[in-house]
């Protein structure tokens, strides 16, 4: 059973720069594609980020592309979210997810099979 724990959260202005970081507790992780999804209060968990096993591809939603940028170190069992420019719309509890069988970057999350506990992030403007 792999475990991820995120990190990173925290409460910033809007305009600022935040990074997250979530890592895995196994070294399988580098045979997964994993994604960023995110909750706000009252509304359902949504896709914000996916990464490709090797890091070649990724994939945004619409109101991150330009501003996030995922990345992962497999030799750190890690995947990253740079934030930039934050606007008070991104502020949520954000999740780390990990797929093991589908090897394509999905934007469902009954796909994913690993998840983190959260991170919230509160963007004041």
């Known amino acids: 059973q792999v475990r991820l724990v995120e990190s990173g959260g925290g409460l910033v202005q809007a305009g600022d720069s935040l990074r997250l970081s979530c890592a895995a507790s196994?070294?399988?992780?580098?045979?997964?594609?994993m994604a960023w999804f995110r909750q706000a209060p009252g509304k359902e968990r949504e896709f914000v980020a996916g990464i490709s096993v090797n890091g070649a591809r990724t994939l945004y939603t619409d109101s991150v592309k330009g501003r996030f940028t995922i990345s992962r170190d497999n030799a750190k069992n890690t995947v990253y979210l740079e934030m930039n420019a934050l606007k008070s719309e991104d502020t949520a509890v954000y999740y780390c997810?990990?797929?093991?069988?589908?090897?394509?970057?999905?934007?469902?999350?009954?796909?994913?099979?690993?998840w983190g506990q959260g991170t919230q992030v509160t963007v004041s403007s």
């Open positions: 997810a990990g797929d093991q069988n589908s090897g394509i970057i999905s934007t469902t999350l009954r796909l994913y099979d690993y």
């Open positions: 196994e070294g399988t992780f580098s045979y997964y594609v």
